[in-house]
Antibody
Framework: QVQLQESGPGLVKPSETLSLSCTVS????????WTWIRQPPGAGLEWIGC???????NYNPSLKSRVTISVDMSKNQFSLTLNSVTAADTAVYYC??????????????WGQGTLVTVSS | DIQMTQSPSSLSASVGDRVTITCRAS??????LNWYQQRPGKAPKLLIY???TFQIGVPSRFSGSGFGTDFTLTISSLQPEDSATYYC?????????FGQGTKVQIK
């Protein structure tokens, strides 16, 4: 069973860059789309974007100007960078795998989440 | 973006009660609708995809229905472990969007 684990700094200063990685174990990155989703404290879920193992990406337009998602097949990892962060970017960041069955997409494998706080 | 609206935002019910949560999409999404359960401090857990298909291992008291813009998640007999927040999500088109959540509490 595939497992995902987020890693990265838990504190980022305003205007700086948030960088997180997600390591995939128990399965290959090949063949799937990999996703970042975030959840501000006490709030709902926001889809940030996804990357195919081939490298093609799809971002939420609300974040597109600040987001980059990349994949490293050799490390079985994918990463998120978010530029020019503000307090509004404080959230638990989840990585997840987009699964596919007979034309339907869903997210059945998630990391445990990592809290990133934006503060000076 | 497709807006997903859940109701109610929260509810309190007794063990054994039948509970229904609704989710409405701002445009038709066929059956590209998933339901997740999230307990405090945990990642969301997939319950149902394609509006009505169970994920393996999900108790049979959970069921989903709907097509187009209106969907429901039903818990046929509420159990103490069902205390959680439930989210709907559309995967008809990106950006995939979630409802605001429904918090279910046990009386």
């Amino acid at each position: 069973q595939v497992q995902l684990q987020e890693s990265g700094p838990g504190l980022v200063k305003p205007s700086e860059t948030l960088s997180l990685s997600c390591t995939v174990s128990g399965g290959s990155i090949s063949g799937f789309y990999w996703t970042w989703i975030r959840q501000p404290p006490g709030a709902g879920l926001e889809w940030i974007g996804c990357i195919h193992y081939s490298g093609s990406t799809n971002y939420n337009p609300s974040l597109k100007s600040r987001v980059t998602i990349s994949v490293d097949m050799s490390k079985n990892q994918f990463s998120l960078t978010l530029n020019s962060v503000t307090a509004a970017d404080t959230a638990v960041y989840y990585c997840a795998r987009r699964d596919y069955n007979s034309g339907w997409f869903y997210f059945n494998s998630w990391g445990q989440g990592t809290l990133v706080t934006v503060s000076s | 973006d497709i807006q997903m609206t859940q109701s109610p935002s929260s509810l309190s019910a007794s063990v054994g009660d039948r509970v229904t949560i609704t989710c409405r999409a701002s445009q038709t999404i066929s059956t590209y609708l998933n339901w997740y359960q999230q307990r405090p401090g945990k990642a969301p857990k997939l319950l149902i995809y394609a509006a009505a298909t169970f994920q393996i291992g999900v108790p049979s008291r959970f069921s989903g229905s709907g097509f187009g813009t209106d969907f429901t998640l039903t818990i046929s007999s509420l159990q103490p472990e069902d205390s959680a927040t439930y989210y709907c999500q559309q995967t008809y088109t990106t950006p995939y969007t979630f409802g605001q959540g429904t918090k279910v509490q046990i009386k």
